[in-house]
């Protein structure tokens, strides 16, 4: 499975921004879909996470109400869309895809591929 995101850039405090990632070549399953993100400085952590159906979705506190997961599996993309965004938002966003629907998504740990990031940064 090869990932590609794509869709960051500058954004303005309060403003909103869309990510997006495709599965370039799909080798196994892709079960969970997750986003993750990586500031200076700091570790990866979690953002957000999907299920193949789209019915189990999963968000870090602090985006909580904030962003939205969402899926195409048509499409084979999986996008986030991120709302009030606040200069902590800031970070590089990774996505990946696992291929087994055992463990927490909420964990780095499950997942089986990554894509290569796509920069957001907040100006405040």
């Known amino acids: 499975v090869q990932l590609q995101a794509s869709g960051g850039g500058l954004v303005q405090a309060g403003g909103s921004l869309v990510i997006s990632c495709a599965v370039t070549?799909?080798?196994?399953?892709?079960?969970?879909m997750g986003w993750f993100r990586q500031a200076p400085g700091k570790e990866r952590e979690f953002v957000a996470a999907i299920g193949w159906s789209g019915s189990y979705r999963y968000f870090a506190d602090s985006v909580r109400g904030r962003f939205t997961i969402s899926r195409d599996n048509a499409e084979n993309t999986v996008y986030l869309q991120m709302d009030s965004l606040k200069s902590e938002d800031t970070a590089v966003y990774y996505c990946a895809s696992s291929v087994s629907s055992w463990g927490d998504p909420r964990s780095g740990t499950i997942y089986d591929h990554w894509g290569q990031g796509t920069q957001v940064t907040v100006s405040s």
């Open positions: 070549r799909r080798t196994d399953s892709t079960y969970y």
